[in-house]
């Protein structure tokens, strides 16, 4: 699959998350953005790359590129999908923007062999000092928004995630916290380190 | 023969520009009715060049009262064809690149047989004796027309409104001759309020006592005031609520106070008496009666269990669909309805909700997202289908 032959540098979360992709394969990028994800796969791994996405911009930037990318969000325009629709389906900082973040996650593992879904974690140790030390509550790093315009209105921390997977029955087939100098650690189950150290988590996922 | 309809009918006298071709004189089309019809004409105009293998051709569908001149200045009017801001050299759809096709649609009134053309067996205009006509047999007839031009397959069908639903006709029954498929400002079927709106121009047609019971090309007679009404009323639902007040207010036609009579007081009064009186004279009445019928029963999930996504089963097409924020016609959830379905079908398929507040008729408008997403799409279905221009 041919895109555009202008390939941008990638951000290093989404360099993450391609590196999880396997080339030649089907993927559906929820929250694409500008398409800089799913162009890069298309034009480095040759994947079949779609993409779903809110703004108006965004969604004329991805068309412009080639890309086959439809205007809508997470929590209405997943549902017609069928089951294993894709090879993997991103969903990129999205899902605690999500109005059911559970009926996502479900979603999300039903159209794609796997979900790759990544969160800003809010037990990360800046976050919790934020709120013991300044009494504030914590605004993710790099962000400009204050509480009342934080589009995150479900808020979770690297362990409540991992409950609602287990709850749901999910494999994590994949675990990475990374901190804002772009280390990478990879999560054990439970474990409080990386809760601690990760402002960034990236989890791998299937159905159970 | 004279034709009858030449001294009342301007629209349909055979002289305007453009190609004529006539099908079906062998085997008739079979019309959904279960009628038949042929020989019939098809009206159409072709822009750009057709290369070699015969691959870039793109088929642009009219809307209800459009025609087979999008581009270029119309013959008729002497104005810009209706999508003369996308169709051209250097434009969206670019004629140094892309062979255009545009027919006038079966049951028309700009060359293709309709009701205002003259019955090979009676050797009088059919009127109301013309059979009555669906998109299917408008899409039907134009595969025969491809067929005509040799051409296996387009790379792009496109169309705004009707043209959007004719879009999704070729893309559900004939979707192994096009490439690329573009719907705009469409629907998958006529809503209960879509079929209203087009009752109340008919009725306004027929209650029109020129109208003679659909036979006023042989009265001599030309139902003008009924269809400029259905005209008004039309073009009130091609428009928003915001662009109307934008464009008009409330704004007094050449006076300074209300003349508390019934005269055009208001700028958008005189607005739409003018729309009214000036498409009288582009637009057969009875053509109005089939192609808004023709409309009507649109209902491609009907056709199909009451599942829309069974009408784009293992479809290879490209699609990209796009919608007006501000239209209320065919409002964005109907779009969202044929996006759906193709999903549920994992087809490659793009959106796009343009926001604009100037309702339906935005697709026929300058409008820059509009444009620069379409030159995008076809750009990407150039580079994805490997066509060689």
Known sequence: MIVSPNVKPLRPDLKIISDMIEPNSRVLDIGCGDGTLLAYLANQKNVDSRGIELSQEGVNACVALGLSVIQGDADTDLAEYPSDAFDYVVLGQTLQATRNPKDVLETLVRIGRQAIVSFANYGHWRTRLSLLFRGRLPIPAGEHFGWHDNPDIHLCTLLDFLDLCEELGLKIDRGLAVNRHNRIRIIKTGSQTANLNGEQAIFMLSRG | ?????????????????????????????????????????????????????????????????????????????????????????????????????????????????????????????????????????????????????????????????????????????????????????????????????????????????????????????RPRRGLAVARMEAHITYLSEPALHRKFGRRLQERDQLSYGFDADFEVESYLRHQGSSFVERFDANSYLYITRAMDYFDLAAEHNGVLANAFCDTNVRFCVVSFSSDWLYPTIESRAVVHALNAVAANVSFLEVETDKGHDAFLLDEPVLHKTLSGFLDGAIRHSGLKL
Request: charged share 15%.
């Open chain 2, 1 to 221: 023969m004279t034709d009858p309809t030449s001294s009342l009918n301007p629209i349909a006298n055979g002289n305007l520009p453009g190609h004529h071709v006539e099908l079906g004189a062998e085997i008739p089309l079979r019309l959904d009715s279960g009628a038949f019809l042929g020989p019939f004409t098809i009206a159409f105009q072709t822009y750009g060049k057709l290369n070699a293998d015969k691959s870039n051709a793109i088929l642009v569908c009219h809307a209800l009262t459009g025609d087979q001149y999008p581009a270029e200045q119309h013959p008729v009017t002497k104005k810009g064809g209706w999508w003369d801001l996308m169709i051209g050299s250097g434009k969206v759809i670019d004629t140094s690149r892309y062979f255009v096709i545009c027919s006038n649609v079966l049951g028309g009134c700009m060359g293709t047989t309709g009701p205002s053309s003259v019955d090979p067996k009676s050797g009088k205009p059919y009127g109301l004796e013309f059979p009555v006509i669906t998109i299917g047999d408008m899409v039907r007839a134009q595969t025969m027309l491809i067929d005509h031009l040799g051409i296996e397959k387009l790379f792009c069908v496109i169309g705004g409104s009707m043209g959007a639903m004719q879009v999704l006709e070729w893309a559900s029954k004939y979707s192994n001759r096009i490439y690329s498929a573009v719907p705009i400002a469409g629907a998958p079927r006529h809503s209960a309020q879509n079929i209203a709106f087009h009752e109340v121009g008919r009725q306004a047609i027929m209650a029109d006592p020129d109208w003679c019971q659909g036979n006023y090309i042989a009265q001599k007679k």
